[in-house]
Structure formats: C-alpha cells, structure tokens
C-alpha cells in the first residue's frame, strides 16, 4: 500500500541555525503534499503545502521542494525560533492523504 | 467560524464499554474525515464523508467502530466494546474540496481504555 517515510525522528538545533526534515513517499500517482505541526495535545495545523506542478515554495521562514522524479520532498525551517519545537509531519496524497511517521524539533535557545 | 470542534476532548472509560464522539466541521465544508493517532505516529486514516455519505473506510476501522454524518454536517464516531487497543487520540479534519485540498484538524478526542 501507499507509504511516506520521514527522516529524522527526532532533530534538535540551536535557536538561529536551520532545520531540515525529509520524506518519501510511495505513490507516484500522489500530487499533493501537505506538511503540519503539531503541538503537544493539540491537532495538527498546516503550515504550507506544495503540488505536483510546482518544484519549490516559500513562505517566510518555512520553504519545502518537491523531486516527483525521486518522490522526494522536504521542509526547511530557517532562522528557528523556540516557539518552532514541535512535532512535524509530512504527507503524500492522491485519494487520500498519507502522513509521515513525524519528527519532533527542538529548538535550544 | 472558529475551526472544526470535537467533544470530548478526553474520554477515559472501561474496557468493554462504548463511547461516541462528536466532531463539528468548519461551516460548509463538505468532506469530513476521522483520524486515529497513536503515540510517536502520524494520524492513519479511518473513514471518511462527503455530505451524508460514507465514501470510505479503512481495514483499520474493525466492524465495533461505526460512523456517521446523518445530515452532512456534523459527525460521530462510536466504539462498541472497546477494548485497550482503541486508547489512542481520535482527530477529525473537514475540508470544502476534494483529497488535495487542504484538511483542517481539530483538536482530537483522546481516548484510553482501562
């Protein structure tokens, strides 16, 4: 069945410096790719999102790219800030969305 | 509008009873979707509604779960005989389109069973 894969589990920086999380997905029909954080005992929110039809995106602090070709795609966080720390998903869609196994963040002031 | 709600947002109960949540999607959205996510997991997908109808449910949906949205708005999921297994947190998310728009979640029902 469809799968995403999600590197690393757990990440920790130092306030400042940047963050990198990966995914693969399984799918190669999936042309939607959501990411969300996810606070402690809260749901998750989107933070940005990308489609097939579009390599890289951007906003603010927060980037992601697409390879479809490698069914590759990540987050880049520059700048992290404390309030960053939480728990990260990627997602890989088509009929119905597919998350990641997460990767908690922690940022170090 | 302030999001999509669900109650309650904890549930602890006895192995072998049922409980039901509820779960209010974002006004007008008509797809609404359950979740079940466990500790140090992403949410795996369930079941899921567009307007009234039931379009899909997942093998992990076992046959003492059940779902419904009767008026294409709000919706509940209820678990027969639950069982340790079920201790997870439920989320529901609703979106105004198709499987590539974006999902809203809520907050998440978090269920353990004793």
């Known amino acids: 069945g469809e799968n995403v894969e999600q590197h690393p589990s757990t990440l920790s920086v130092q306030e400042g410096d940047s963050a990198v999380i990966k995914c693969t997905y399984s799918?190669?029909?999936?042309?939607?790719f959501p990411w969300y954080k996810q606070e402690l005992g809260k749901g998750p929110q989107l933070i940005i999102d990308?489609?097939?039809?579009?390599g890289e995106k951007k906003d603010q602090r927060i980037a992601v790219t697409l390879n479809k070709t490698a069914k590759h795609f990540s987050l880049h966080i520059t700048e992290t800030q404390p309030e960053d720390s939480a728990v990260y998903f990627c997602?890989?869609?088509?009929?119905?969305?597919?998350f990641g196994p997460g990767t908690s963040l922690s940022v170090i002031p | 509008d302030t999001g999509v709600s669900q109650d309650p947002r904890h549930k602890i109960t006895k192995r072998g009873q049922n409980v039901t949540f509820r779960c209010d999607p974002i006004?007008?959205?008509?797809?609404l979707y359950w979740y079940r996510q466990t500790l140090g997991q992403g949410p795996e997908f369930l079941t899921y509604f567009q307007n009234e109808a039931q379009l899909e449910k997942s093998r992990l949906l076992s046959d003492r779960f059940s779902a419904e949205r009767p008026k294409g708005s709000f919706s509940t999921l209820e678990i027969q005989r639950t069982e340790q297994g079920d201790s997870a947190m439920y989320l529901c998310?609703?979106?105004?389109?198709?499987?590539?728009?974006?999902?809203?979640f809520g907050p998440g029902t978090r269920l353990t069973v004793l």
């Open positions: 998310a609703s979106t105004g389109g198709g499987s590539t728009d974006t999902q809203y």
């Open positions: 990308i489609r097939s039809n579009v």
């Open positions: 006004s007008e959205h008509n797809r």
């Open positions: 997602a890989a869609s088509y009929d119905k969305v597919i």
């Open positions: 799918d190669s029909a999936s042309n939607y």
